[in-house]
């Protein structure tokens, strides 16, 4: 999705939420500055990967049926990469706002994951803390104005935004797994009703996505 396309959206999601655009741009120079030495893939190797193929993106709800279901490219919504590594399935891209277990993101990256770490105003301790643990390729994603290496494809979620990085390198077809719109993953430390609102807006981005 062009930074164009998604402004809008971002900005009805800033005045729901109340968050500080600024604090999205401080986010994102950060992380930028910190990932000048780290390894990122390049833009033409991440369309080769994903382009005219099929993808499957894990969500946070994965149960052990889905693993059998999983075809083509799979793309890990942050905290399912511990769910696929469990069951000896390594991603092939993780996308995540470092919310899941660090641990696991950073082995999965250092296996061969292509990380695609995005940086918010809500994180900026974390990635200051662990992207610079980050050994395998990376990407730095932002969800306000994109700069230099630093990319906004659209999303707001782990996994809406994985969801729009796939169809914005024409993925042939887009397979869903452990998506549940409707029942929060209840997660120490984080409000539930919060990730509700959440989980409303990351379906009504894929929806929207759809009818580009």
């Not at 893939?41 to 994903?50: A, R, W």
């Not at 906004?152 to 390198?169: E, L, N, P, S, V």
Request: with cysteine.
């Amino acid at each position: 999705m062009k930074w164009e396309k998604w402004k809008p959206l971002y900005e009805k999601i800033l005045k729901e939420f109340g968050y500080d655009e600024s604090m999205d741009r401080k986010a994102a120079t950060i992380a930028a500055e910190i990932s000048k030495n780290l390894n990122k893939i390049d833009l033409e190797d991440l369309k080769k990967m994903l382009q005219f193929k099929p993808v499957t993106i894990c969500g946070a709800a994965m149960q052990n049926a889905d693993v059998a279901r999983i075809k083509g490219i799979v793309m890990a919504a942050d905290e399912a990469t511990s769910f696929l590594l469990a069951h000896e399935k390594l991603p092939d891209i993780v996308v995540t706002d470092l919310d899941g277990d660090i641990d696991d993101l950073i082995e999965a990256n250092k296996r061969g994951s292509i990380a695609i770490i995005h940086a918010h105003g809500d994180n900026i301790d974390k990635i200051k803390s662990w992207l610079p643990k980050f050994e395998g390729k990376i990407m730095v994603t932002t969800q306000t104005e994109p700069f230099d290496d630093i990319y906004d494809f659209g999303g707001f979620t782990d996994g809406d935004r994985a969801y729009c990085i796939a169809k914005h390198f024409h993925a042939c077809r887009i397979f869903l797994l452990g998506f549940d719109f409707e029942n929060v993953v209840e997660k120490e430390g984080k409000d539930s009703k919060i990730k509700a609102r959440k989980l409303k807006w990351a379906e009504r981005i894929i929806k929207w996505h759809d009818m580009l």
